[in-house]
């Protein structure tokens, strides 16, 4: 996943339910007030990176709207965050698997291209409440 991938990625390529963007940021709305606190991090951190850009994972058909593809300057690579908020267990659980085997299945390794974050059911989503699992 090289520059030219990252460069040809479009970002807020998913339009599934635009309604769902409500939290506002840096010229970008967000479906959750965890993505946008997320997105301020790698703002203020300097690094790049695309929201919900449309992804076809080891040449898959179907597109995968990842929350956040990033550019990491020092191995001139980029990497995935996938971030997971707790609407019901049922949802969660439903979600979780789905997503880590789609990336699994694609080759897309935990810690090395993609991240995952996770948020308890209370909503909390300050950046000190947020698990990461590689």
């Known amino acids: 996943m090289n520059r030219e991938f990252y460069d040809s990625l479009t970002a807020e390529a998913n339009q ?5 963007k409500k939290y506002y940021y840096n010229g970008i709305y967000y479906r959750s007030k965890s993505e946008r606190d997320i997105a301020q991090v790698y703002t203020d ?15 898959s ?9 990033l550019w990491d300057r020092i ?7 996938e971030h997971m ?15 880590l085997s789609n990336y699994t ?6 810690g090395i291209d993609i991240i995952y974050t ?15 699992y590689f």
């Open 45 to 59: 951190l300097g690094i790049e990176f695309k929201y919900e850009p449309a992804v076809l994972l080891n040449n």
């Open 61 to 69: 058909s179907i597109f995968t709207y990842s929350d956040f593809v």
């Open 85 to 99: 908020g707790l609407k019901s267990l049922a949802d969660y659980a439903h979600r979780a698997v789905t997503t």
């Open 105 to 110: 299945t694609a080759g897309v390794l935990p």
């Open 16 to 20: 599934k339910y635009p309604e769902h």
């Open 75 to 81: 191995t001139q690579s980029c990497f995935f965050h």
């Open 118 to 132: 996770f948020e308890d059911d209370g909503g909390r989503a300050s950046r000190d409440r947020h698990n990461l």
